[in-house]
């Protein structure tokens, strides 16, 4: 699989690693209940098809970004940012 880098361009997936769904919003600052702060970091969906993620740039600028990938197919719909 090869994954567009927004910094370096395209490279090897095996320069990247996978951070996390990229689709989930964060809690307010100082949003009460342990439950809802477990679940934004640890309950996450396993959905088949088109879908947002987060992923680093490990080997190369080590960037941060968000893409958009193919659970289903590993087929790169294109980055968000
Ligand atoms: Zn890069």
């Known amino acids: 699989m090869r994954i567009p880098c927004p910094h370096c361009g395209e490279r090897d997936v095996s320069e990247f690693r996978y951070g996390s769904d990229a ?3 964060r809690p307010e600052h100082g949003a009460k209940g342990m439950k809802t ?3 934004y970091v640890f309950v996450f969906d396993n959905p088949k098809g088109p879908h947002v993620e987060f992923w680093q740039h490990t080997l190369g600028c080590r960037q941060w970004f968000r893409l958009r990938r193919d ?3 590993n087929e790169i719909l ?3 940012e």
Do not use: Q, Y
């Open 23 to 25: 689709s989930k919003a």
């Open 37 to 39: 702060w477990h679940d």
């Open 71 to 73: 659970t289903s197919t």
């Open 78 to 80: 294109g980055g968000v």
